[in-house]
């Protein structure tokens, strides 16, 4: 039986992105093939949660611009109105929050938390298999949709 966890998923927009920005600041951590990471004490019970913001299929850094600077980058440009070192969505294609540490949570009180501290509901809820997404994304060498097969998971019931 695989190990499901619970999650709560969010589509990429501008908006999205200003309220990361907004409400946690810079990652905590930021990864060559484009994810951005916090890990915070937001949880329903105050557990840590990880925030991820998971690249598109294929990542590609634009030119230029380091990855630890890259999330900042593409903030400045929205809050300037200037052009984003690349389109947001060939960056990052959804964000996902899940108890860091392996704690029992429940979909709906990590869901209800998440959404106070962020401001925005997540699109997509429920549990999914970690150990399946990323096995599929390394079998693949990066060329597959982490958020596509969250997705997957969270519509067919893990």
Request: charged share 25%; with cysteine; glycine share 8%.
């Amino acid at each position: 039986m695989p190990e499901v966890v619970a999650t709560a998923l969010w589509r990429v927009t501008g908006e999205l992105l200003l309220a990361l920005d907004e409400h946690f600041g810079e990652p905590v951590d930021a990864y060559l093939n484009g994810a951005q990471v916090w890990l915070r004490a937001d949880g329903p019970g105050g557990e840590v949660l990880e925030w991820r913001l998971h690249p598109v299929a294929s990542f590609r850094r634009p030119a230029g611009v380091d990855a630890l600077e890259l999330l900042a980058t593409v903030v400045y440009s929205l809050r300037t109105d200037t052009e984003p070192p690349a389109p947001i969505d060939t960056l990052w294609e959804g964000l996902e929050a899940f108890p860091a540490y392996g704690d029992e949570l429940e979909p709906a009180p990590l869901v209800a938390a998440c959404t106070v501290v962020l401001g925005i509901a997540p699109d997509a809820y429920g549990v999914v298999d970690h150990d399946r997404v990323g096995d599929q994304w390394e079998r693949s060498s990066g060329r597959t949709s982490i958020v596509a097969d969250l997705r997957a998971q969270l519509e067919d019931g893990a």
